[in-house]
């Protein structure tokens, strides 16, 4: 049974990865790419033309930041995931690709083993980092997390309190979470009120790395 690609864009200044990337992915029979660019500027344009499925980006562009391209990007087509696909590699540019809404984060350094599956997850509604950016956002787990007890494990939260914090990290809003848990909106921001305060994790990026910890997203089905 034939399936609809996934459509993808390319936006780097550098031929040589784009080519790469795109020989990367026309390895694989579900994933095309439509299209690339090398600015921020052509990149817009071409989202609007192609509407793309998922856009990879760097960071680094000559005339915007990707990370502020990525928040023109959702702001512009909200159903377009964003892939970073960089050479940056430091927890507070992860941390900031988060908070713009990248939902995958991809060091050059490793993209032939992970590009692939990070299209893949994105698709899925997951949130995908590679081995060693997934290193680098847990290597402070045991600075950030406390050790008080309450906050040693999962198994401190209710069942309803882990799915909940696991599709908070995946990046879905109170109202996705509620429409999926078929509850209240307000029930959402209990429970995430409590498995925050019982974990003492007071930002994303912390709830973000709590869950790569205990292995939450290495599984995309929700």
Not at 104 to 116: F, H, I, P, T
Not at 135 to 144: F, G, K, R, W
């Amino acid at each position: 049974m034939m399936t609809t690609p996934i459509r993808t864009v390319i936006v780097d200044d550098h031929p040589v990865v784009v080519a790469g990337a795109r020989a990367l992915l026309a390895t694989s029979d579900e994933i095309i790419c439509v299209g690339d660019a090398g600015t921020g500027a052509d990149a817009l344009a071409l989202i609007d033309q192609t509407n793309p499925d998922v856009a990879i980006l760097d960071i680094s562009l000559p005339d915007i930041n990707g990370l502020q391209l990525t928040e023109r990007i959702l702001g512009e087509h909200s159903s377009t995931r964003i892939v970073i696909m960089t050479l940056y590699h430091t927890r507070s540019y992860v941390q900031r690709a988060l908070q713009a809404g990248a939902k995958g984060y991809v060091q050059k350094c490793s993209a032939g083993e992970n590009l692939l599956q990070a299209v893949r997850s994105v698709m899925l509604g997951g949130l995908f980092f590679d081995p060693p950016t997934a290193l680098e956002m847990t290597s402070s787990a045991v600075e950030s997390t406390p050790t008080n007890g309450k906050a040693s494990g999962v198994v401190e939260l209710t069942p309803r309190e882990q799915d909940v914090l696991r599709m908070v990290a995946l990046g879905y809003s109170n109202k996705e979470i509620a429409a999926r848990a078929n509850i209240s909106i307000k029930s959402i921001e209990t429970y995430k009120a409590r498995a925050t305060e019982k974990l003492q994790l007071h930002s994303r990026a912390q709830i973000v790395r709590y869950a790569i910890a205990q292995g939450w997203l290495n599984d995309c089905e929700c």
